[in-house]
T-cell receptor, first 113, second 113 residues
Framework: GNSVTQMEGPVTLSEEAFLTINCTYT??????LFWYVQYPGEGLQLLLK?????DKGSNKGFEATYRKETTSFHLEKGSVQVSDSAVYFC????????????FGTGTQLKVEL | DVKVTQSSRYLVKRTGEKVFLECVQD?????MFWYRQDPGLGLRLIYF???????EKGDIPEGYSVSREKKERFSLILESASTNQTSMYLC????????????FGEGSRLTVL
């Protein structure tokens, strides 16, 4: 079946530091990959996505590249801000999984001044 | 502005009570979902519905049922609440055929005493 593994949190960074949150996956079929973000007190919202190998998704300064050879979709940002503090979820969907989204366990990011 | 609205942000119920969690979306989406979110476990799919009066079990349906009588409304029912159902419940919707982007509500935090 499908599964997503994320690095454990919390990740604590100083403002303007470089961010990487690791995500690896196993999937049947041809998965599409996503990063969702959950700000405090809110529901999840889509941050970025990539639908095929070597695609790069980007939004709000965040990027992630779909690496089929390493089955990874790591989230990166060059310079984080306090307002980026949130929980980040990696997710995938595939035809082999009935097009349902499978989520990772989430990684909490705390950015301090 | 597109919106998924969950009727209650916080509920406290007693063991054995029947609990209804309501979700309404205004985007004319065909697909709707109920997840529960627990620390260290991420999001787990309880039930989903591809269209009106259609429902399918997700990964953890035991102890839950759902109702989808109208396209915009998807209700989650706990027939007899138990303490292990204390959790954050998230509703989401999606347009049929769009595999990735789910639109989430803000969540309903249920405490069962």
């Amino acid at each position: 079946g499908n599964s997503v593994t994320q690095m454990e949190g919390p990740v604590t960074l100083s403002e303007e530091a470089f961010l990487t949150i690791n995500c690896t996956y196993t999937a049947t079929g041809y998965p599409s990959l996503f990063w969702y973000v959950q700000y405090p007190g809110e529901g999840l919202q889509l941050l970025l996505k990539a639908t095929k190998a070597d695609d790069k998704g980007s939004n709000k300064g965040f990027e992630a590249t779909y690496r089929k050879e390493t089955t990874s979709f790591h989230l990166e940002k060059g310079s984080v801000q306090v307002s980026d503090s949130a929980v980040y979820f990696c997710a995938l969907t595939s035809t082999g999984g009935g097009n349902k989204l499978t989520f990772g366990t989430g990684t909490q990011l705390k950015v301090e001044l | 502005d597109v919106k998924v609205t969950q009727s209650s942000r916080y509920l406290v119920k007693r063991t054995g009570e029947k609990v209804f969690l309501e979700c309404v979306q205004d985007m004319d989406h065909e697909n709707m979902f109920w997840y529960r979110q627990d620390p260290g476990l991420g999001l787990r799919l309880i039930y989903f519905s591809y269209d009106v009066k259609m429902k399918e079990k997700g990964d953890i349906p035991e102890g839950y049922s759902v109702s989808r009588e109208k396209k915009e409304r998807f209700s989650l029912i706990l027939e007899s609440a138990s303490t292990n159902q204390t959790s954050m419940y998230l509703c989401a919707s999606r347009r049929q055929g769009e595999t990735g982007e789910l639109f989430f509500g803000e969540g309903s935090r249920l405490t069962v005493l």
